[in-house]
Every structure is written in C-alpha cells, then in structure tokens.
C-alpha cells in the first residue's frame, strides 16, 4: 500500500569522508536539527535508510498546536510555533505551515468543564484562547450539525503539511552545505577514545565527533544493539485525505469521534480521534513493567490485538556488526495496511454531521507508526548517565504522536545539546536517563492525540 506521495529531495552523489555531525534518521526531528546545525556553521550529513520523511513525519495529521500539550511540553512548544512561523521565509520554500486556529468541540458538560483547565494552561503563556458556546461554535463552520456543548478555539495553533516540511527543510540543509544521503542505513557507531568517532553506513565510513539518532520506532533497535536502553514502542494511526472540498472550513476541527484540517491543495485530511488497534509485539512484554504508569491511566482507550507485527518483530535481529546487513536495509519504509473500514465509517460520520462534506471522495488512505514512550513525551538528550552511553552521542525520539509540531523545537533544542549552547528550554523533562534513575514516569491524565 504506498504511502502518502513526497516532495522529492534528491540524495547528494558522495558520502562525506568527515562532518561535525552525523543525524541518523530523515524525519522532522532530523532535518530540523540538521538545520540548526548548518546555520551554526557545522557540518552535517543526514543518513536516512530510506526516503526522507518517509515514515511517520509524512503521515501524521499535520497539526501544530498548543492546545492539550503537556505542561512539560509546552514551553519547547512554544518554541516551535515561533520557528514554524518563521520557516517557510527561513528556508525560502513551503513547509504549508499556516496559523489557522483550532476549534476543539464538546459534547458533554463534562467535557466543556475540562477544556476550562487547558484553557488556564494556555493563558499561562498569554495565548488568547477562549470557551465559545454550542452557538458561537456551529457560527464558525456552516453546515455544522453534530450534537455538542460548546468548544474551546485557540487562534495561535495551526497546521502544515507533512509531505512538503521535512523535504523542503532537508533541501534547504543541502543548500547550506550539509549533506543528504537517503537508502543509506547508518549500521553501527565508531569510538575512540572512550567518545564516538565515527558511524559505518552500507555505503562506507564517515568520521564525526557526534551523532544524533532521530530514527523514530526504529531508535529502540539502534540503540539496542549499543547496549542502550530506550523503553519504546509503537502504535499504528490511520489517516486519509479527500479531493477538495468547496466551501470547507479554514479552521482545523477536532469533534468527539473525528478530526479534519484543510490542506494546501484545498482537500482535508481526515483522521479517527480514537485510538486505533495496538497490536502486541515481544517489546509489549518486555516493556509492560515500564509502561504500566500509562497503563493505569489509559488501559480503557487501548484496544489490543495480535497480528503481523508480532511475528515480524520476532524474526527481526537485534544485534549485528558493521559488516551485517541490518534491519533497516532489509525494510526501506514502513508502510502499514490503512485500517480502511474505520476510517470510512469516520468519513460517513463526517458527511452525515457536515453539510460541506456531503459529496466529498476519498483520494487516498495510509496508516503509520507512531513512537510512543512510557510518559508520553520525548527523549531528546545526551546519553551520557545511561549504561553504554557515550560522548558525542544524542538521541531526539520517541515523541508520542506529538513530535510533528514539536520537529522545529525539537531540532533547536537538540543542536543546543550537541553543539553546547544554552538550551532554548530545560531539557531536564527530556533526559534519557529518566528511565533509569529512579524517577517517578507518569503520563499525562488525559493524553492528547493529534
């Protein structure tokens, strides 16, 4: 089933025999922090084992908002939405970034009642957004005829396209100087020293003084076979887009069973604001002990099952040497079946409640791995204070279905830890260490899924 279709970067003809940097991994986080990095005047080469965004950074919903953050999310958030504004000027290209407004609707008093609390979270940090009545609501999208109570708008989230941003910020690196090789899998880290030295890739050596491993549901096995512990796994999400709709709304809306927002080519992107079907794999059981704290939060929203991933898993290696054929050469792209039944049934449900939608086709589905954690926010560190950890190794990962608006913050705060600058924020929520040092892991109360 191919996946979404992506703005093409083209992949620079010779590997560098030396850079500052190595970033393993093409995805948002990658090339946001590539950027970073040239714009500091380092040397950087991106590795990505398949096609830059391929993955999960062109197949999220492409939202980047503010609201139902995590509060130790939020002020790196906050960060992101002033790069993302600036972006598309930044790098002279379209990232489809735009500042729309999100419309989160209610259909409970209950529900009303707690979108006060993150209406108190975002008024923190002097973001005007507001409570509308079930009026003021259905006023800002015409033809709206769903069930509800009211909503909670917030004019300083937005939107950006997934297959356009991280292509056009990897264009961008290479027109800085930095380096793009794609379908070339970095197999293992070189030391010297007791501090990283290098990386061998299928293609050859190249010689650096850090690495930053941003390899989304695959950073578990890289790092794995260091030695280094990282307690991830994965979930799969469904999404489709539409052919253009006249007349749809410009505000993205998020309803108790759907969520849409507009595109650039005048479509909408539709996906199930429920969680889809976990399938277990060994990790399930390896990880469950660490998981459990999110687990006794959310155990009603997950839906288990056993299925393919299980035995793929279980036939994937977990170690090899620099001279093996790993893992990531033998699978290019992950490109899961789309759970098509569902997320029809959401369309029917959109054209039933929105007048707009009536007559709107289906232009294509696809489904991706999201990298979740045990607290449901990122790791992005050093991983010096983790057993096997090294100097001049870096880990951005695991960002829970949150990490396509958090790519641009993520890649700042990120270059802030290899280069040594003062971090843009308190990296202190995002160690890697936190797993193993004795610290409380708890997932938010609610988790937000967007």
Same mark, same amino acid.
């Given at each position: 089933?191919?996946?979404?279709?992506?703005?093409?970067?083209?992949?620079?003809?010779?590997?560098?025999?030396?850079?500052?940097?190595?970033?393993?991994?093409?995805?948002?986080?990658?090339?946001?922090?590539?950027?970073?990095?040239?714009?500091?005047?380092?040397?950087?080469?991106?590795?990505?084992?398949?096609?830059?965004?391929?993955?999960?950074?062109?197949?999220?919903?492409?939202?980047?908002?503010?609201?139902?953050?995590?509060?130790?999310?939020?002020?790196?958030?906050?960060?992101?939405?002033?790069?993302?504004?600036?972006?598309?000027?930044?790098?002279?290209?379209?990232?489809?970034?735009?500042?729309?407004?999100?419309?989160?609707?209610?259909?409970?008093?209950?529900?009303?009642?707690?979108?006060?609390?993150?209406?108190?979270?975002?008024? $923190?940090? $002097?973001?005007?957004?507001?409570?509308?009545?079930?009026?003021?609501?259905?006023?800002?999208?015409?033809?709206?005829?769903?069930?509800?109570?009211?909503?909670?708008?917030?004019?300083?989230?937005?939107?950006?396209?997934?297959?356009?941003?991280?292509?056009?910020?990897?264009?961008?690196?290479?027109?800085?100087?930095?380096?793009?090789?794609?379908?070339?899998?970095?197999?293992?880290?070189?030391?010297?020293?007791?501090?990283?030295?290098?990386?061998?890739?299928?293609?050859?050596?190249?010689?650096?003084?850090?690495?930053?491993?941003?390899?989304?549901?695959?950073?578990?096995?890289?790092?794995?076979?260091?030695?280094?512990?990282?307690?991830?796994?994965?979930?799969?999400?469904?999404?489709?887009?539409?052919?253009?709709?006249?007349?749809?709304?410009?505000?993205?809306?998020?309803?108790?069973?759907?969520?849409?927002?507009?595109?650039?080519?005048?479509?909408?992107?539709?996906?199930?604001?429920?969680?889809?079907?976990?399938?277990?794999?060994?990790?399930?059981?390896?990880?469950?002990?660490?998981?459990?704290?999110?687990?006794?939060?959310?155990?009603?929203?997950?839906?288990?099952?056993?299925?393919?991933?299980?035995?793929?898993?279980?036939?994937?290696?977990?170690?090899?040497?620099?001279?093996?054929?790993?893992?990531?050469?033998?699978?290019?792209?992950?490109?899961?079946?789309?759970?098509?039944?569902?997320?029809?049934?959401?369309?029917?449900?959109?054209?039933?409640?929105?007048?707009?939608?009536?007559?709107?086709?289906?232009?294509?589905?696809?489904?991706?791995?999201?990298?979740?954690?045990?607290?449901?926010?990122?790791?992005?560190?050093?991983?010096?204070?983790?057993?096997?950890?090294?100097?001049?190794?870096?880990?951005?990962?695991?960002?829970?279905?949150?990490?396509?608006?958090?790519?641009?913050?993520?890649?700042?705060?990120?270059?802030?830890?290899?280069?040594?600058?003062?971090?843009?924020?308190?990296?202190?929520?995002?160690?890697?260490?936190?797993?193993?040092?004795?610290?409380?892991?708890?997932?938010? $109360?609610?988790?937000?899924?967007?």
């Amino acid at each position: 089933m191919p996946g979404p279709k992506l703005d093409p970067v083209e992949s620079d003809a010779e590997l560098p025999s030396s850079v500052d940097v190595v970033i393993i991994g093409g995805g948002i986080a990658g090339v946001c922090t590539a950027l970073e990095l040239v714009d500091r005047g380092k040397t950087v080469a991106i590795c990505e084992k398949g096609q830059v965004g391929a993955e999960q950074s062109s197949r999220n919903w492409g939202w980047v908002r503010l609201t139902h953050r995590d509060p130790r999310e939020m002020p790196l958030m906050v960060e992101s939405v002033r790069l993302w504004k600036g972006m598309n000027e930044r790098i002279d290209d379209e990232t489809g970034y735009r500042q729309c407004g999100v419309t989160y609707t209610v259909a409970t008093d209950a529900a009303l009642a707690a979108e006060h609390n993150a209406l108190d979270e975002l008024h $923190q940090y $002097q973001i005007p957004a507001r409570i509308l009545n079930r009026e003021e609501a259905l006023a800002a999208f015409p033809g709206l005829s769903l069930e509800i109570k009211g909503a909670l708008h917030n004019p300083h989230d937005g939107r950006a396209e997934p297959q356009m941003a991280a292509p056009a910020i990897a264009r961008a690196v290479q027109a800085r100087g930095g380096t793009v090789h794609q379908n070339c899998a970095v197999r293992t880290v070189e030391t010297a020293n007791g501090r990283v030295s290098g990386v061998i890739t299928e293609k050859g050596p190249i010689k650096c003084s850090a690495v930053l491993v941003a390899g989304g549901v695959w950073s578990r096995l890289f790092l794995g076979n260091m030695g280094i512990y990282l307690p991830q796994l994965r979930t799969k999400n469904t999404v489709m887009r539409t052919d253009p709709v006249p007349d749809g709304p410009e505000t993205t809306l998020k309803y108790r069973d759907f969520a849409m927002r507009r595109r650039l080519d005048g479509g909408y992107n539709i996906a199930s604001a429920e969680p889809s079907r976990y399938q277990l794999t060994p990790d399930s059981f390896r990880l469950f002990k660490a998981f459990l704290p999110t687990l006794k939060n959310e155990w009603r929203n997950v839906s288990l099952g056993l299925g393919p991933a299980f035995f793929e898993a279980l036939r994937t290696p977990r170690r090899w040497t620099s001279k093996d054929v790993t893992p990531f050469e033998k699978t290019r792209v992950l490109d899961p079946e789309p759970e098509s039944t569902m997320i029809d049934k959401v369309l029917d449900g959109v054209k039933s409640g929105y007048a707009p939608f009536k007559d709107a086709k289906v232009a294509q589905r696809w489904a991706g791995y999201i990298d979740v954690l045990p607290d449901v926010i990122p790791v992005i560190s050093a991983t010096e204070g983790v057993k096997n950890g090294l100097p001049g190794l870096f880990v951005a990962t695991g960002f829970s279905g949150h990490g396509f608006g958090l790519g641009t913050g993520a890649g700042l705060l990120a270059a802030d830890l290899i280069t040594g600058r003062s971090p843009c924020v308190d990296p202190t929520p995002f160690r890697l260490h936190r797993f193993t040092d004795g610290s409380k892991i708890s997932a938010m $109360q609610v988790l937000a899924r967007h």
